[in-house]
């Protein structure tokens, strides 16, 4: 398995600490499936985190829900509210 360069490395922790706990977890999980064999313990390493983390961040993956906006450029009923001017 091939890392990261170091510049990609720095703007990712960067971004990993700007996440909140779950985000964090989904977040180490994606980057580790990318990299495939050696890429939980890549990612654990590079953020700083417990590969039990990575793997749950797997399972929350796996249960996000399904987008209801998917195909809608905004949610239903997101437009503006009142008369028009």
Do not use: W
């Not at 990712?12 to 994606?30: G, Q």
């Not at 961040?57 to 001017?85: C, H, N, T």
Request: glycine share 12%.
């Amino acid at each position: 398995m091939r890392g990261y360069a170091a510049d990609i490395e720095r703007r990712m922790k960067s971004f990993y600490d700007s996440l909140s706990e779950k985000d964090r977890r989904r977040y180490a999980a994606v980057e580790a499936d990318k990299l495939g064999h050696g890429g939980v313990q890549y990612i654990a390493t590079l953020f700083g985190c417990h590969p039990n983390t990575i793997r749950q961040g797997r399972g929350d993956v796996a249960e996000l829900p399904e987008d209801e906006a998917a195909g809608r450029v905004r949610k239903k009923g997101a437009g503006a509210k009142g008369p028009p001017s």
